[in-house]
């Protein structure tokens, strides 16, 4: 893919910092992406987000959902400042983790917020970026206008969301769960509010065909 830019993660040992000082309820998941059965898919819907990036420079960049930070990294090989917002009320493992693997830390702003009110002003950043949150939303319009927002115009949306369709809801059911309950929003309605809500530019999807297992966005803010 033109423009691609390989992933950078953080290492098994430095991501330990993060899911030591987390709690497992935030953490859980992060493990997968070392795991030698399932990592190759939770590092390829990341590649997946990457790639929507492209190999562009950004003054500032905002994660929407940083979670555990493992994207923080990556995303400071294109961007001058990255900031990160979720419902954490502390980021000290975050920060552990981050400062095992020598990131400059001036360059990275980590804060408590909600996708709905987002403690940033206006036309802020440069670009945003948001991995597996979209889905938790039965409409996922609010968050997205509120992300338009901070974002300047003509500024880039790299997002990613899992796909809904009977191989995926098998799999979540073998797992104890129903898709429907921890999912609500399904790709195509995740797909339809972008387009109501930014100019898409591209959309991938993994694998590809007719039963994809994750979708990958880039979409535009309006100048």
């Known amino acids: ?15 330990a910092q993060s899911i030591d ?23 390829n819907r990341l590649q997946m987000v ?7 420079r950004y003054q500032r960049v905002l994660e929407v959902g940083v979670g555990s930070g493992i994207f923080v990294k990556h995303m400071l090989g294109q961007a001058e400042q990255v900031a990160g917002i979720d419902i954490h009320e502390s980021y000290n493992g975050v920060t552990a983790m981050l400062k095992q693997e020598q990131v400059d830390l ?8 909600s996708i709905f009110d987002i403690p940033y002003a206006d036309n802020t950043f440069d670009a945003a970026v948001c991995i597996s949150v979209l889905e938790h939303f039965e409409d996922p319009r609010p968050a997205l206008t509120e992300m338009r927002r901070v974002v300047k115009p003509g ?4 997002l990613g969301f ?7 809801n098998a799999l979540f059911g073998a797992l104890g769960y129903r898709s429907h309950d921890i999912h609500p929003a399904s790709h195509e309605t995740i797909l339809a509010a ?18 994809p ?3 990958a966005c880039k979409a535009r803010k309006p100048s």
């Open 1 to 15: 893919m033109a423009g691609r830019r390989a992933l950078i993660l953080p290492s098994r040992t430095a991501i």
């Open 21 to 43: 000082n987390g709690t497992s309820e935030d953490y859980h998941l992060v493990r997968l992406y070392y795991s030698w059965y399932s990592g190759w898919f939770y590092r």
């Open 50 to 56: 990457a790639d929507m990036l492209g190999d562009a």
């Open 106 to 113: 001036s360059r990275v702003e980590l804060k408590q917020g």
């Open 155 to 158: 500024g880039i949306f790299a």
């Open 162 to 168: 899992p796909a809904r369709n009977n191989i995926t």
């Open 194 to 211: 972008i387009r109501d809500t930014l100019t898409v530019e591209a959309v991938k999807q993994f694998p590809p065909g007719p039963v």
């Open 213 to 215: 297992m994750y979708v």
